[in-house]
């Protein structure tokens, strides 16, 4: 098949009623799976052969950048939305093009064009060679196909898949909502599925295919009780397979988020002040992501912006804690085969035993500081480019048994779950609001609390990290995305239950006043 562009191809897919028929792959793939990172689909339906990209990557090394990439893309996204058991709203879309990078030095010059035609990406590599000045250089001659593992093996393509197949479950979440408390007056249950498909094709002679799948179950809820209302909303998902989804993981879901809600009734606000927090496991590592993972990216460390930039070989916390990112865990959703460089998917250790051992790197923060780059090239779509970015984030068991790290504080707050964060990520300070937890008093969990926040800052907290539990979780949502330089990616996280001895807890009044 020749070169198509993307008017001509959206036409084509929107006659066929879904992207169905163009989803098919040739056969041969390198790994299990009948689908994922199987090659020959942008060639097959778009003419992207190794010949045309080593004229494209010529072009963009034409002034005598130091190295060049392309990077392909196509992804079909669609999401089936109930609200008060009626179809609220479904849509979906295509995102097709091609994104061209030309580093030297430090520097990136980037075009990206949604035409995959000759002459529009020439164009586009033309862009980006602009960022050298120089003579030019040659692109590898051939391509090795980068062989990678299949952390989220799919059986069906989402596009497979029919809305009627979807819409029980949501009907299913919305009436289940309903049927478990009188309190609860408005639902929205909400399915989300997207594969995306890329090829990272680089002038140094790597060519790598993946197929992503990304999906989500989730509601939210009203519950109105003597003229007051409370909220509350969960997901469960990830990289998962769509036979994931079944009537179970709606009566879970459902269950998840009408508790969360009714409990909000009869929440009281805690005291403020300086006291001990103990962060429960799983979610709420998005706080250890946010706060002290970002701090871990290279590019903030290279630029002398993070308060790691001079801490590698240090101590950061104690002995008993390890913090890793890694992209392999199957099905969670910052798991990749492969990163948007063309780096396969592999496992960084962060903090061991308690030293900062490393950071995440992409291709120019590893060739600075002369380190293999770490798989952590990450970038939202063709039309950004890749810097360095986490995958699943999260802090390693210890030894200790939950229960005993909740018995060790006298008076203190236990956290179940954090939203609406705020975070200065060069100095790591933070504010995030408590949206589930309860009070700890003489060693024991007792009444929720509500309306709160944690502030702090998040080195001096993984430094106040006193007991670690043995009950590590991973966030089984599907929808965690992080936002940086513009961008959101998908992304992982999880914590076991830990002891921080000190941190502010913004409530009506100071403890013991």
Not at 60 to 80: M, P, Q, R
Not at 443 to 466: C, E, H, R, W, Y
Request: aromatic residues 8%; charged residues 25%.
């Amino acid at each position: 098949m020749g070169s198509i562009s993307r008017r001509d191809f959206l036409g084509t897919s929107a006659a066929l009623g879904t992207a169905a028929a163009l989803s098919r792959i040739i056969p041969g793939a390198l790994v299990e799976s009948a689908f994922a990172g199987a090659p020959g689909f942008f060639e097959s339906e778009f003419g992207i052969n190794d010949a045309l990209c080593k004229k494209i990557l010529e072009i963009a090394l034409s002034k005598g950048g130091d190295f060049a990439d392309l990077y392909f893309e196509h992804t079909i996204s669609n999401w089936v939305s109930l609200e008060d058991g009626k179809v609220d709203r479904a849509n979906g879309s295509i995102n097709l093009g091609v994104g061209i990078r030309t580093v030297k030095g430090d520097q990136t010059g980037y075009g990206f064009t949604q035409e995959l035609t000759e002459e529009s990406m020439k164009a586009a590599a033309a862009t980006a060679a602009s960022i050298a000045d120089g003579k030019p250089k040659s692109a590898a001659k051939e391509y090795i196909r980068l062989k990678t593992e299949d952390y989220y093996p799919i059986k069906t393509l989402f596009t497979d898949i029919s809305l009627s197949s979807k819409l029980p479950l949501i009907k299913r979440v919305n009436e289940q909502c309903f049927g478990l408390s009188d309190l609860i007056i408005k639902v929205n249950a909400t399915m989300h599925d997207q594969q995306k498909r890329m090829m990272v094709v680089t002038s140094d002679g790597v060519k790598a295919e993946d197929l992503l799948p990304r999906d989500y179950l989730s509601a939210s809820v009203v519950a109105e009780k003597d003229g007051k209302q409370e909220r509350a909303w969960w997901n469960f998902g990830g990289r998962q397979d769509f036979s994931y989804f079944t009537p179970d993981l709606a009566d879970k879901l459902a269950k998840e988020v009408v508790d969360r809600a009714v409990i909000l009734f009869d929440a009281e606000q805690p005291p403020a002040g300086e006291m001990p927090v103990v962060l429960g496991p799983g979610v709420t590592g998005i706080l250890l992501h946010e706060a002290i993972g970002h701090g871990m990216e290279a590019d903030f460390n290279r630029k002398g912006i993070s308060t790691y930039s001079t801490m590698i070989g240090k101590k950061v916390a104690e002995p008993f804690v390890h913090i890793v990112d890694e992209g392999i865990t199957p099905r969670q959703l910052g798991s990749i085969n492969v990163d948007d460089e063309g780096i396969p998917g592999q496992k960084t250790m962060l903090v061991e035993n308690g030293i900062l051992t490393g950071y995440l790197h992409d291709k120019i923060s590893a060739k600075h500081y002369n380190v293999k780059p770490t798989g952590n090239g990450r970038r939202e779509s063709y039309q950004h480019i890749p810097i360095p970015r986490m995958r699943n984030t999260y802090m390693l068991a210890g030894e200790t048994a939950p229960e005993d790290v909740i018995k060790s504080v006298k008076n203190g707050i236990y956290v179940e779950d954090i939203s609406n964060g705020q975070v200065k990520i060069g100095e790591g300070d933070f504010a995030f609001y408590v949206s589930q937890g309860k009070m700890i008093e003489d060693g024991k969990i007792t009444k929720p609390i509500k309306d709160v926040n944690i502030m702090g800052n998040g080195p001096k907290m993984l430094q106040n990290v006193t007991m670690v539990a043995n009950d590590l979780e991973l966030h089984e949502g599907g929808r965690g995305a992080c936002g940086k330089d513009g961008q959101s990616m998908p992304v992982g996280f999880g914590l076991p239950t830990c002891l921080v001895k000190s941190m502010t807890v913004g409530g009506v009044q100071k403890q013991g006043a």
